[in-house]
């Protein structure tokens, strides 16, 4: 009978693998249960188990534009970990959005929310009235003693065409793993896959594109998996000139094929700088939220994570004391805490140990065949970025313009950097503009802040134009200055158009090509 087996329900006789343990009855580290329909506005059991790290619960709607949240989520003892919508203790509705929701514990530190509690917490979905119930998932994390044990985490990396190539994002994520994610959070860098995105993905020009882009990757692999998309430009002011955005907080990295399954990133040419934005933007795919906030009074619901007042975040956001955090919303840092590890290590977004001395869970494998939007084999057209830099960013303007730009904070970023050039914007950026040494995404953004000097009345056009001109003319110029020259002038100089059109062709850059004349074009012309 099944009570003196080794493991009950499953036959003893079947070990493949001769690891002693019956097939079908390995421990693994993370579980996935269908909860299937459930109704909105009505309470439902999740039954979370002993020695549980962490879970992360999703709701997903019948449409992709249909309301759905989390409204409610409460430990056994009746605690809200979530309550309308919100983190407890806080205001700021996060745990909702359009056709798809996640949200997790521990997101926070409380005591109610960890150590994670065994037995059955409440769940509760809400809507605008758009949906009366919605497909639920519930992930578990754990391990045979509740301690973490490390893991691997896979990632699928695609790129439109000409933004760069696999050797380079082979670098940046080979830097997101020595310098992040092994030695402070203790997971392993498991298999990497390159797909080609499709032309039209070179530019992403609103939410609902990239809502659609993390879709399409519905059946792309295996999971846990993180999917980076390496795009042109973000070029919809609704992004906030941001350089990075991820799909939630948390994200979808065990489920493809949903609004929140994965990140977008600009590339740089600046490998440290590039590793920094992935880094932040998996840290909300794993549930993490800014360190505080600019665009709202908020902070995140983690103890050891320091707060900034709200007059020095809006004025000089360098003297913060969270400033060193990775997860500042501006960020130039590279420190995670005590609890900002422990949300990552009860993630879902890798493959985790499940004991001591274990190896890391078998990839899931998805049935759903691979779309054709994106197809696994290397565009010819794709080229490296050079990297553009000899120095780092030294002063607080340079290192504000240099930093992590998230989109997640909704700032306008160009605003805030005006902020920090005080009553002379012009004498502050025109020398970052003209440093040679500096990295073509500073001096780029040094002009877009002129531009907006320009706007608001803080410095003249000719200066713009001139300024702009010169930075055209730069031997050391790439993407992002070209692009930035192309629309100041554009706006500012019609009359010069030809001549940074003519400097664009010169580029063979076929990014710009595309944001020029709607097609990819060829690298060799």
Not at 371 to 397: E, I, K, Q
Request: hydrophobic fraction near 40%.
């Amino acid at each position: 009978p099944d009570g003196c087996d080794v493991c009950p329900g499953f036959d003893d006789s079947i070990d493949a693998d001769e690891d002693g343990i019956p097939d079908g009855c390995e421990r693994v580290s993370l579980t996935q249960f269908d909860l299937g329909t459930l109704q909105v506005g009505v309470s439902h059991s999740l039954p979370i188990p002993a020695n549980t790290i962490g879970f992360t619960v999703q709701a997903q709607a019948p449409n992709t534009h249909d309301m759905i949240g989390i409204s409610r989520l409460q430990n056994p003892m009746g605690v809200n970990i979530i309550n309308d919508f919100s983190m407890a203790g806080h205001s700021t509705q996060v745990f909702g959005g359009e056709g798809f929701c996640s949200a997790a514990d521990p997101q926070s530190d409380l005591s109610a929310a960890w150590p994670v509690q065994e037995g059955n917490w409440s769940l509760l979905l809400g809507s605008d009235g758009s949906v009366s119930n919605a497909q639920t998932r519930l992930w578990i994390r754990s391990t045979a003693d509740g301690e973490f044990h490390g893991g691997v985490l896979d990632i699928n990396i695609f790129i439109a065409p000409g933004v760069t190539d696999a050797t380079y994002l082979t670098q940046v994520v080979n830097t997101v793993f020595s310098t992040y994610l092994q030695p402070q959070v203790g997971l392993t860098q498991g298999q990497t896959q390159f797909f080609t995105a499709p032309a039209s993905v070179v530019t992403i020009d609103s939410a609902d594109e990239l809502h659609a882009l993390f879709i399409d990757t519905l059946g792309v692999g295996s999971a846990p998996a993180v999917n980076i998309f390496a795009v042109g430009d973000f070029s919809n002011a609704q992004f906030g000139n941001a350089i990075g955005i991820a799909g939630g907080i948390p994200g979808s990295a065990m489920l493809h094929g949903t609004s929140q399954s994965g990140l977008a990133f600009v590339p740089s040419g600046d490998v440290d700088a590039d590793a920094m934005v992935l880094v932040h933007e998996m840290g909300h795919m794993g549930g993490l939220f800014h360190t505080t906030e600019i665009d709202i009074q908020e902070q995140d619901p983690l103890s050891d994570t320091p707060f900034c007042p709200w007059a020095t975040i809006t004025s000089t956001p360098n003297l913060c004391p969270d400033a060193a955090n990775l997860m500042f919303p501006v960020a130039t840092g590279t420190l995670l805490t005590a609890a900002q590890i422990r949300v990552l290590q009860g993630s879902t977004m890798y493959r985790g140990i499940a004991e001591a001395g274990g190896t890391p869970d078998e990839p899931l494998q998805m049935t759903v065949p691979l779309p054709l939007a994106f197809a696994p084999f290397w565009d010819p057209r794709s080229a490296p970025l050079p990297a553009l830099v000899s120095r780092n960013p030294n002063t607080p303007l340079e290192r504000y313009l240099g930093a992590v730009w998230c989109a997640h904070s909704r700032i306008n970023h160009l605003k805030a950097a005006l902020r920090l050039t005080g009553n002379s914007p012009h004498n502050a950026l025109v020398p970052i503009i003209d440093d040679e040494s500096l990295s073509d995404l500073v001096r780029s953004r040094a002009l877009k802040v002129l531009g907006l000097g320009v706007e608001t009345r803080l410095t003249k056009s000719p200066l713009l134009v001139a300024a702009a001109l010169r930075l055209m003319k730069s031997p050391r110029i790439g993407r992002h200055g070209l692009l930035s020259v192309w629309k100041i002038l554009g706006r500012h100089s019609p009359c010069s158009l030809s001549a940074i059109t003519s400097r664009i062709r010169r580029s063979r850059d076929p990014v710009l090509h595309f944001m020029l004349y709607g097609r990819v074009g060829n690298t060799a012309m």
